[in-house]
Structures are given as structure tokens and as C-alpha cells.
């Protein structure tokens, strides 16, 4: 009887050391370290805009914390162009990968070309999985039958929240750069941050969690 271990169970200081140095090889690249520099970026302004709106530095509240001219205002201000600007980096510079997926997914939906959904499961095989029509058993691996195909709706929804996620950014881009401090609705900011971050994250979760169950049923086997 084949005995299946939880990947916990072997977890050891050896396994962390590994992983220590997997991560120290990456961040030595160029994409490794642009990535490790865009995302403390990240939390730094982000950190520094939700200390702000807590009213963590009293001494910026001259003369009131709500006053237009005060430098909290001002550096509240100054804060949401930065992370919005940095938000703008992975909207508008995967904008053509996402509209070429839109495209296919068009193709497919409306137009019932299987070419155009072949072309995206080529796109997406690191996380979504169809076993392809018309070959025999004997054919495929013992591992891949094993794995059960990727329901489509987890790529109609991934290719859509991150068609969404450019499109509202660029609603936050166009009333952040659109508007100033003194005449932009303060609703707008908060929305579009929450319905970009929100929309990004559930795509992401969605292929991170069909690439783990993919994985681990293939490394079982």
C-alpha cells in the first residue's frame, strides 16, 4: 500500500536551508532583484500611506489633521501617485499579454474555435491542465491520468480578473492623474485601489491553487 506523506512531514532545517539558497540564486538575477525591489517598494509606501491615514504622525496635523494644506494632506497625496504609479507597472506592461488572451478566449467562447483554447492552455500550462481530445490511454503517462483536468472556469475567470484588473487601474490612473487633491472625490481612490487589488488577487489565488493540486497529484503518483 503506497503510504502518501504530508510535504510537512519531512520539513527540516536542511529543507529550509535549501530553499534559503533557492531564493538567494533567484534574487541574484535581474528579474529577482527588480521584483524584491518593486515589492518593498510596495510595502514601504503602502506602510507609510496606512500610518498616515491612522493619524500616526500628529506633528503633520497643522493646523488640523483634515486640513487641505496640512502636510498630512500633502504627503497622503504624494503617497497614492507613488503606489499608483507602481500599480500602473504590472496593469499597463502585461496590457498586450492580457487583450491576446481576451482575443483567444473570444475565439473560443463566441466562435467555438478548439484551436483558440489549445492556444491557451499552451499559455497558461504552468497552472491549468486539459488533457488533450483524441489520444488513446496508451499513449498517456501514468501521471497524467492521474491528474483530472482543470475545470474551465478557472481560466475564464483567471483570463478576466486579469483583463479587469488593467482595466480598473486604468480608471485609478485616469482620476489619480486626471484630477488633483482639491477637486478628486476621495471614493474614487479607494475604489478603484479596492476593486484592482481585489479582482488581481482572486485570479492569482485561482491559478496558484489549480498549479498546487496539479503538482501535488502528479508528485503522489
Known amino acids: 500500500m503506497t503510504q502518501f506523506n504530508s510535504p510537512t512531514d519531512g520539513a527540516s532545517p536542511s529543507t529550509v536551508r535549501t530553499g534559503l539558497k533557492c531564493f538567494w540564486n533567484w534574487l541574484k538575477t535581474p528579474l529577482g532583484m527588480l521584483t524584491t525591489i518593486y515589492g518593498l517598494n510596495v510595502i514601504a509606501w503602502g506602510g507609510m500611506l ?27 497625496e504624494i503617497d497614492s ?26 475565439k473560443w467562447r463566441l466562435a467555438g474555435e478548439q484551436i483558440a483554447l489549445a492556444r491557451l492552455c499552451d499559455i497558461h500550462r504552468s497552472w491549468f491542465y486539459r488533457r488533450p481530445k483524441g489520444i488513446d490511454v496508451e499513449q498517456v503517462s501514468t501521471t497524467t491520468l492521474c491528474v483530472t483536468m482543470s475545470p474551465s472556469w478557472k481560466l475564464d475567470l483567471v483570463i478576466w480578473c486579469n483583463g479587469s484588473n488593467t482595466m480598473f487601474q486604468a480608471c485609478l490612473a485616469g482620476c489619480m492623474w486626471g484630477m488633483d487633491r482639491f477637486n478628486r472625490p476621495s471614493w474614487t481612490t479607494g475604489l478603484f485601489v479596492a476593486l484592482a487589488c481585489g479582482i488581481a488577487g482572486l485570479g492569482g489565488w485561482v491559478s496558484y491553487a489549480e498549479g498546487r493540486r496539479t503538482r501535488m497529484l502528479r508528485e503522489v503518483v
Do not use: E
Not at 500599480?87 to 491576446?100: E, N
Open 50 to 76: 496606512f500610518l498616515l491615514i491612522c493619524n500616526a504622525a500628529p506633528a503633520m496635523c497643522r493646523p488640523t489633521c483634515d486640513d487641505i494644506h496640512s502636510a498630512r494632506k500633502k504627503w497622503i
Open 81 to 106: 501617485q507613488i503606489l499608483n504609479a507602481l500599480f500602473c507597472v504590472p496593469g499597463f506592461d502585461l496590457a498586450p499579454w492580457r487583450i491576446r488572451d481576451l482575443y483567444f478566449w473570444v
